[in-house]
């Protein structure tokens, strides 16, 4: 089945710094690669995601890079705020749409 | 439209028990997933239905049960509860259609088995 591996598990910044998170998935077949964020105590929530057709998307301060030929991908936050520490997950699309997930990341923004 | 519902929300059994959590949605989506959440390990895929009547494994489904006998609901139950099964549950729903990946969530269940 998929395999996906998340770094780093967790990563610290000043708050204005950006921050980058990758992902490696095993399974060439997957198409689709979300990235949810997860306060504590909170469900999971998706804050952007990327189809295996398009390289990168942004959405703000947000923005996602795919690589599908090393099987990677990554999550980039610039000027990050306190209010972006959370844990964050990424997920790679199987059969019948399930999700597998990264073991998360937990960022710290410090004021 | 209250999306992806879950009960109930905080549970304490002792090992042995048996239970049902409920996870209930109403935006006609035709697939539903279980995932439990342990600390380190990210969400883990224990059961999952593309429709109703079917259910299928996924990554850990070893003492859990699920049905799914109308649309709208996915039961995940335990059986015989034990310790390893402390966890927080979450259900998601999603559509079947290409153009509708993203899951929703529920807001969680969280057990604990003494």
């Known amino acids: 089945g998929e395999n996906v591996e998340q770094h780093p598990s967790t990563l610290s910044v000043q708050e204005g710094d950006s921050a980058v998170i990758k992902c490696t998935y095993s399974d060439s077949a997957s198409n689709y690669f979300p990235w949810y964020k997860q306060e504590l105590g909170k469900r999971p929530q998706l804050i952007i995601d990327?189809?295996?057709?398009?390289g990168e998307k942004k959405d703000q301060r947000i923005a996602v890079t795919l690589n599908k030929t090393a099987k990677h991908f990554s999550l980039h936050i610039t000027e990050t705020q306190p209010e972006d520490s959370a844990v964050y997950f990424c997920a790679a699309r199987g059969g019948y749409s399930t999700l597998t997930f990264g073991k998360g990341t937990m960022l710290l923004v410090s004021p | 439209n209250a999306g992806v519902t879950q009960t109930p929300k905080f549970r304490v059994l002792k090992t042995g028990q048996s239970m049902t959590l409920l996870c209930a949605q109403d935006m006609n989506h035709e697939y539903m997933y279980w995932y439990r959440q342990d600390p380190g390990m990210g969400l883990r895929l224990i059961h999952y239905?593309?429709?109703?009547?079917?259910?299928a494994k996924g990554e850990v489904p070893d003492g859990y049960n699920v049905s799914r006998l109308k649309k709208q609901n996915f039961l995940l139950g335990l059986e015989s509860a034990a310790p390893s099964q402390t966890s927080v549950y979450f259900c998601?729903?999603?559509?079947?259609?290409?153009?509708?990946?993203?899951?929703?969530f529920g807001s969680g269940t969280r057990l604990t088995v003494v």
């Open positions: 239905s593309v429709g109703e009547g079917t259910t």
């Open positions: 990327i189809r295996s057709n398009v």
């Open positions: 998601a729903s999603s559509y079947s259609n290409r153009a509708h990946y993203g899951y929703t």
